[in-house]
């Protein structure tokens, strides 16, 4: 073993041991690792997280309630009414959400989450219809299921944060995206502080933070490992990791795909950094990964979004179930951390 792979392996064993990656030591991950080196971290990574996590997947799918012409400007997204592209329509009727819930369970998701547009419900009146119509849609998933819902509303207040808890929502979706310095870049309608406030309202809700970003917008190594790192500092309990998927007609639409090593390195980075929290494989996972993507499943991976995207399609869970199995894991849900 090399001088480099040595002290890979200790970190990792550290790691395991309950310690954790800085900053500096994630920046030198960066920096050392070589392309042909990428899958050795990778395996110390997934060793890190059989340790912390343990082996199974936890497997959520998402429902867009609400879509399109939405008031903000994020660079990336198809619902921008700044670049629209993607279809636009209203509130679904409740029966067709608990329809799709259900659909999720059967396709073996333990978790369903109701994503809408919009800055957010805080911005709508406390007692709006739509809130209502969506606490009443809740309810039902509830009452008919055995999934756990989830929502990502946007930006909420403290008040509408126990309005949600106590309708029996668990855990609630808000990524921070990237870091405070490059957010900018990708969204002026609204700040990465904004973000940061409706976690903190959640959390003190007693609502788990479910907040990731995307990779491959344009962002730094020290952009990644900066935004890991807040949401170590938020004790976020669920990272998503989309990977850009350039969306057509939108600012970023023309940027390269990453190259799915590139996205490795970052999965096992997070891993690292965040060695016993929720890692979510989501948007882009396909587009991105190809017919690697079974590898962020050995990079410290132990979560998946299944069944389509807000805007894009995702590959029949069968797949993912039989790629799951190819590699021993199975869905099942995956333990919270604590802290
Ligand atoms: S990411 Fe959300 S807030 Fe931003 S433009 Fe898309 S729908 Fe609107």
């Known amino acids: 073993m090399v001088a480099w792979e040595e002290e890979l392996t200790q970190w990792g064993d550290r790691i395991i041991a309950g310690g954790c990656l800085t900053r500096d030591e994630a920046l030198t991950l960066t920096q050392r690792t070589q392309p042909e080196e990428v899958l050795f971290l990778c395996a110390v990574a997934d060793r890190v997280r059989q340790a912390r996590c343990g082996a199974v997947v936890d497997l959520c799918s998402i429902t867009n309630i609400k879509s399109g012409a939405c008031s903000e400007n994020c660079s990336f997204c198809s619902q921008s009414a700044h670049h629209p592209s993607a279809p636009i329509y209203g509130l679904k009727p409740t029966a ?99 973000r940061v406030d409706t976690i903190r309202n959640l959390k003190a809700a007693g609502i788990q933070a479910c907040s990731g970003g995307i990779i491959g917008m344009g962002e730094s190594w020290e952009d990644r490992i900066d935004m890991a790192l807040a949401l170590r500092d938020l004790a976020v309990e669920s990272i998503p990791i989309n990977l850009l998927n350039p969306r057509p007609g939108t600012p970023l639409g023309d940027r390269p795909k990453l190259d799915p090593y590139e996205a490795l390195q970052a999965i096992a980075i997070f891993r690292l950094l965040l060695p016993d929290r929720i890692l979510r ?59």
Request: hydrophobic share 40%; glycine share 10%; net charge negative.
């Open 96 to 194: 067709e959400i608990v329809a799709e819930a259900k659909a999720a369970e059967a396709a073996g998701a333990q978790r369903f989450c109701l994503v809408s547009q919009g800055r957010g419900l805080k911005y709508n009146s406390p007692k709006s219809a739509e809130f209502t119509q969506i606490l009443d849609a809740i309810a039902r998933i509830q009452a008919e299921t055995q999934v756990q819902p989830c929502c990502a509303l946007g930006e909420v207040t403290a008040e509408q944060a126990i309005a949600l808890r106590e309708a029996g929502v668990t855990r609630y979706n808000h990524n921070l995206e990237s870091s405070a310095a490059f957010y900018p870049q990708v969204v002026s309608s609204h700040t990465w502080q904004d």
């Open 281 to 339: 494989y989501a948007g882009g996972r396909e587009a991105v990964m190809g017919e690697l993507q079974a590898l962020g499943l050995q990079a410290g991976i132990n979560a998946m979004l299944i069944g389509n995207y807000l805007t894009t399609l995702g590959q029949p869970p069968e797949a993912d179930h039989a790629m799951l199995a190819r590699l021993g894991r199975q869905g099942g849900n995956a333990p919270v951390p604590t802290t």
